[in-house]
């Protein structure tokens, strides 16, 4: 069974230990402040629960507080948003977040899906194939005449 799971890479927990460094200095000059550790935890326990995990029955979109599980059946269109973000249209118009998903990661998807999500990079290159034939044969014709 073909699974494909995407995630935040692991060097964005570089930026938590990074900004648990910047917090020390001001979270100890008062009692209380030491509260301020929540951030980089809560950034680091973002980082390392959103994933996406695609396999040829369904995608399994896992969130910081939530999970949805998506039948491809379910699944209506894949919809382009913002920076290159990914979310998965359901029938009833009903948008479902794909976390880690980018524009990128289309040829990735449409292999795992088994062609449920078309790979706009073979489209392409369908097309450029299929120009130079029709001018080797449009040349063929002009010549016979």
Avoid at 55 to 65: M, Y
Avoid at 88 to 111: C, G, I, N, W, Y
Wanted: aromatic share 6%; glycine share 6%; charged share 25%.
């Amino acid at each position: 069974m073909k699974k494909l799971v995407f995630r935040i890479p692991a060097t964005a927990l570089l930026a938590a230990g990074l900004i648990a460094i910047c917090v020390t200095p001001v979270a100890w000059l008062a009692p209380g402040m030491q509260a301020l550790y929540v951030l980089p935890l809560g950034y680091a326990y973002w980082v390392l629960r959103n994933r996406t995990t695609v396999t040829e029955e369904q995608i399994v979109a896992r969130g910081a507080f939530g999970t949805t599980t998506l039948k491809w059946s379910e699944v209506k269109s894949i919809r382009l948003v913002q920076k290159g973000w990914l979310r998965a249209v359901k029938e009833d118009a009903s948008e479902v977040t794909l976390p880690a998903v980018r524009f990128m990661h289309l040829p990735a998807l449409s292999l795992v899906s088994g062609g449920r999500v078309p790979d706009p990079t073979v489209q392409e290159e369908e097309a450029v194939a299929e120009e130079p034939a029709e001018d080797a044969a449009e040349e063929v014709v002009e010549s016979e005449k």
